[in-house]
């Protein structure tokens, strides 16, 4: 069954895949099972200029740094994204799910 809303509560509580769709292009295509089993918002401290190239690493669909923060949405490969964190020298690591909110927020962007 097809279900369109831009009630994000309501299609989680309710579907089992979601298809996010940006100005007629299809942006995110997965299973809400597999969304809350791998989709993470890691949260990395430094005690120095964090590095600004280190995390292209498979799964990373976003990286913000603020200051001495990196900030990191992955879809996958949490893990490997820690253990790349700690080698750079983070001192701390939060890692986070996030819901389907999140995710359409992040990937559904206004173009400037």
Not at 40 to 49: E, N, S, V
Not at 62 to 84: H, M
């Amino acid at each position: 069954m097809f279900f369109s809303s831009h009630q994000i509560s309501e299609v989680e509580r309710i579907a089992d895949h979601v298809c996010i769709i940006d100005h007629g292009r299809l942006v995110a295509d997965l299973s809400l099972d597999q969304m809350r089993q791998d989709y993470r918002r890691i949260t990395l401290g430094f005690a120095t200029q964090p590095p600004t190239d280190e995390f292209k690493i498979h799964g990373v669909q976003q990286v913000k740094i603020v200051g001495r923060q990196v900030t990191v949405l992955a879809w996958e490969n949490s893990e490997v994204i820690v253990e790349c964190a700690r080698s750079l020298g983070a001192v701390s690591v939060d890692v986070a799910p996030i819901g389907l909110r999140e995710v359409f927020l992040e990937t559904v962007k206004e173009e400037a």
